[in-house]
């Protein structure tokens, strides 16, 4: 077993934990203003969910992260993981200001299907360097699947 690099563990978590932290930013006034007035459908989960769910999967992708990091391997591919990686970062936060920034569940949902593209990329380019790395992000797969969807009955009941 490899020795743990704390540096490049802590830079891989605050990078994805920023993704939330972002976000948030874009969320926090409409989550309790606009959002409330949202008919919802009845598989939504309770507000009080989306935080400990977001964490810990930002928690696991930060560790996926530093695994593919930390590996030794064709610098082509991991290239390309990290810029898979990247983009679905930076989609997951447009998700944010899409849906709740501007209030617009259609745009979020077209957007939601892109980053659900770039997720699956990343755990595939992933896999090809850690496969571990890979399983860490299948929750986050489900996640944003389980979003999809409640973003898509979101824009159809509203």
């Known amino acids: 077993m490899s020795k743990i690099n704390w540096i ?14 972002i976000g948030s930013i874009f969320t926090a006034q409409s989550v309790s203003t606009w959002y409330l007035t949202l008919e919802k459908p009845g598989f939504n989960p309770p507000g ?16 996926a992260l530093y695994l ?8 082509e591919v ?9 983009i679905q970062w930076i989609l997951n936060i447009a998700w944010s200001f ?20 770039f997720i699956l990329l990343t755990i595939i380019y ?20 389980f979003a999809a969807v409640l973003n898509y009955y979101l824009y159809l009941l509203n």
Do not use: D, H, R
């Open 8 to 21: 490049k563990l802590i830079i891989s978590l605050i990078i994805c934990q920023a993704a939330g932290g």
């Open 98 to 117: 899409l849906f709740f920034y501007l209030q617009n569940p259609l745009a979020g949902f077209m957007e939601i299907l892109i980053l659900w593209f």
């Open 68 to 75: 593919v990091w930390s590996k030794k391997g064709k610098q």
């Open 78 to 86: 991991k290239t390309k993981a990290f810029i898979f990686f990247g």
């Open 48 to 63: 009080w969910v989306f935080g400990p769910v977001w964490t810990t999967l930002f928690l696991l992708m930060g560790i």
């Open 126 to 145: 992933f896999y090809k360097i850690a496969k571990p790395a890979a399983y860490l992000l299948i929750p986050y797969l489900a996640w944003v699947s």
